[in-house]
């Protein structure tokens, strides 16, 4: 599949929520970059903003304020111009799986003949061949997943943002599922932006990791992942790193604990 | 990955056969036992106490007259009142369709038509009869009218309710891969009110037959509703519970046409409805 990998920035976006009388701040001031074909994965405590930072990557709600570049430019609108795949396989039960996976071709106005063959070279690659004339119910979650994965990458956008793709599965089909994506995301050629509160998952994955604060949320640290592939979790460099990452997100909560602690008195 | 993929697709299917083969044969036994007893018990009760024949008859007589009637009763009346259900039926899933659609998407249709719509409901058909002989007389039209607002209501709140329920996180996905409103309703809403419309057919399909019937008594000389007036004029009591189950007979097989076009054109459902146990209703598992 020949895409061109894009480059994403975002600089300083702010995002609060009305709640109750007042409002709730859930961004507060994120700012980092993805080069082109860069794999960058986001780290965070649970409720920080992570997939509303993304939902506001792909364009589906709108930043209080910040702007977000691709390629350098600004675009006109953030909708349509990075593949989104949300927490859920999200795949429509009526669509057989090679319909599924070609819907954004159809968006986008490819017929559907031309869809179908387009998305059905790439089956082997998602491990999913045989199953292209199967309904979304007859696969396995790993499978879903897989599926869905495959759709996200067809839409063809060059920047691919993944809400906890992997959040839903049992652990062991998880860890399969990690390799996987860690085997094919070079050949898929885009930039990935992951978002994940598995720290394990990122490291597996990416090749920086940027940690967020909890809400309202802004960037703590990155981290460089200079570990070659494949990766092993039990590399004492892994799991140096890991720990790193680990006491950095606990800090943080940790601090956040004492503020609400000091609020309280 | 092939082998365990393979065996995926296998323990599926399967299950979906040990599933189909267990509701089948339990799901129709008692109500045929609790008919054929019932029935055993009204021929015994008529024959013992000796009921008037213009008052009850045993359903052996039932079945002697439907016999008799054979020829009339499948051939010209049922060919008239299955014309007139079916071509109702044809216009009040268009217009139920139409309209409702129009009520999903016009928020203001929704305000106004919605609630009248419902209201309307309270009007029992049978008042609008004298109505409908002053404005068409006594052919075809009124009866098609009669047929077509009895069986309209359940389609236009199958499609408004169909098209409502589309999961909101699908429509937010396909926004994402910029689509526009027209392909956002195409691709999420209309196949998710598939099966919600497939639901209201049924209701209609099965009303459909019934309102033929009634439409017929506001004067025809072909028909079933013709058919059991004149025999219930007549004290034919036993053509008149022939004409009723063969009305009644039209209705459920009404209702199983519905139904096989439904698993045809949704074969997806049955899918969903083996590990969820719902009704298969658009929508995605967790």
């Excluded at chain 1, 082997?124 to 309904?135: I, K, P, V």
């Amino acid at each position: 599949m020949s895409v061109k990998a894009r480059e994403l920035a975002v600089y300083d976006i702010h995002k609060s929520f009305p709640f109750g009388a007042g409002r709730l701040d859930t961004l507060a001031g994120i700012t980092f970059a993805a080069g082109a074909g860069e794999f960058v994965s986001i780290v965070g405590p649970s409720g920080c903003g992570k997939s509303t930072l993304l939902e506001i990557v792909c364009g589906l709600i709108e930043a209080d304020r910040g702007t977000i570049t691709i390629d350098g430019v600004r675009p006109a609108t953030l909708v349509g111009q990075v593949a989104y795949m949300p927490q859920n396989d999200l795949l429509f039960p009526w669509r057989r799986v090679i319909d599924n996976v070609a819907l954004p071709l159809e968006i986008a106005g490819v017929d559907r003949g031309t869809a179908r063959r387009e998305a059905a070279a790439l089956f082997r690659l998602f491990g999913l061949e045989g199953f292209e004339n199967a309904y979304p119910a007859e696969l396995s979650g790993g499978m879903r997943q897989r599926a869905a994965l495959m759709r996200t990458f067809l839409t063809r956008k060059g920047i691919v943002a993944l809400d906890e793709p992997f959040g839903a599965l049992d652990a062991h089909t998880r860890r399969k599922m990690q390799q996987w994506l860690a085997g094919v995301s070079a050949e898929l050629g885009a930039t990935i932006l992951l978002v994940t509160h598995d720290v394990e998952e990122a490291l597996i994955l990416s090749d920086r990791v940027v940690v967020l604060s909890p809400r309202p949320a802004r960037v703590v640290r990155e981290f460089p992942v200079p570990l070659p592939r494949p990766r092993s979790i039990l590399d004492p460099a892994f799991v140096r790193l890991k720990g790193e990452i680990l006491s950095c997100l606990d800090a943080e909560e940790t601090l956040e604990r004492e503020v609400v602690a000091h609020d309280r008195k | 990955m092939q082998p365990d993929v393979a065996l995926e697709r296998e323990r599926r299917r399967e299950r979906r056969r040990t599933a189909r083969w267990a509701g089948k044969g339990l799901a129709y036994l008692p109500p045929v036992l609790a008919l054929v007893s019932g029935l055993i018990l009204w021929e015994a009760a008529v024959r013992l106490f000796d009921v008037p024949r213009y008052l009850l008859p045993p359903p052996s007589e039932i079945i002697a007259a439907a016999r008799s009637d054979a020829g009339a009763l499948l051939g010209v009346h049922s060919r008239v009142t299955l014309m007139v259900a079916a071509a109702g039926l044809g216009c009040s899933v268009a217009a139920g369709v139409i309209l409702g659609a129009l009520i999903h998407r016009v928020q203001w249709l929704r305000q106004t038509l919605y609630p009248l719509l419902v209201i309307s409901q309270t009007i029992p058909v049978i008042v609008l009869v004298p109505l409908l002989v002053v404005w068409f007389g006594y052919g075809l039209t009124p009866k098609l009218i009669i047929v077509a607002i009895v069986c309209f209501f359940p389609v236009a709140v199958a499609v408004v309710d169909g098209l409502d329920r589309a999961d909101g996180r699908l429509v937010k996905l396909v926004r994402s891969m910029g689509a526009s409103p027209g392909q956002i309703f195409w691709k999420v809403n209309v196949p998710s009110a598939a099966p919600s419309l497939f639901t209201g057919l049924r209701v209609a399909a099965t009303y459909a037959v019934m309102a033929a019937v009634v439409s017929e008594w506001m004067g025809a000389d072909q028909g079933l509703g013709v058919y059991i007036a004149r025999s219930a004029r007549s004290f034919r009591i036993d053509r008149v519970f022939a004409g009723v189950v063969l009305v009644s007979v039209y209705s459920v097989i009404a209702f199983w046409l519905v139904d096989a076009l439904r698993k045809k054109a949704l074969p997806w459902e049955r899918l969903l409805s083996d590990h969820t146990n719902g009704r298969g209703e658009a929508g995605t598992r967790k």
